[in-house]
Nanobody, 123 residues
Framework: QVQLVESGGGLVQTGGSLRLSCAAS????????MGWFRQAPGKEREIVAA????????YYADSVKGRFTISRDNAKNTVYLQMNSLKPEDTAVYYC????????????????WGQGTQVTVSS
């Protein structure tokens, strides 16, 4: 079992930045792929970014490429999402997710989820 706890959400103006953190409980964190998803009201949950256990391969949704950066610190069992140049359409609840080894863009194939953290970007 892997427990994930997100932090770092909040209210920011358009063009601002936030950094989300996700702390994982499991000691084998290093063998898990980590991902960030988001869900806006009335919309399906969508993948934002993901990183493989090896820290070599990453994925970004087209809507966030060049603005968001995913990274992980295996020594701290933590994954980060640095969000720059935020837009109102980035407003959503952001979820951290984990699954063994490699990432997938399909939400239903991720095994573990955090409780979510709200990000609100004002115009």
């Amino acid at each position: 079992q892997v427990q994930l706890v997100e932090s770092g959400g909040g209210l920011v103006q358009t063009g601002g930045s936030l950094r989300l953190s996700c702390a994982a409980s499991r000691r084998t964190f290093t063998t898990y792929a980590m991902g960030w998803f988001r869900q806006a009201p009335g919309k399906e949950r969508e993948i934002v970014a993901a990183i493989n256990w090896s820290d070599i391969s990453t994925y970004y949704a087209d809507s966030v490429k060049g603005r968001f950066t995913i990274s992980r610190d295996n020594a701290k069992n933590t994954v980060y999402l640095q969000m720059n140049s935020l837009k109102p359409e980035d407003t959503a609840v952001y979820y951290c997710a984990a699954r063994p080894n490699v990432y997938t863009t399909l939400a239903e194939r991720w095994a573990y989820w955090g409780q979510g953290t709200q990000v609100t970007v004002s115009s």
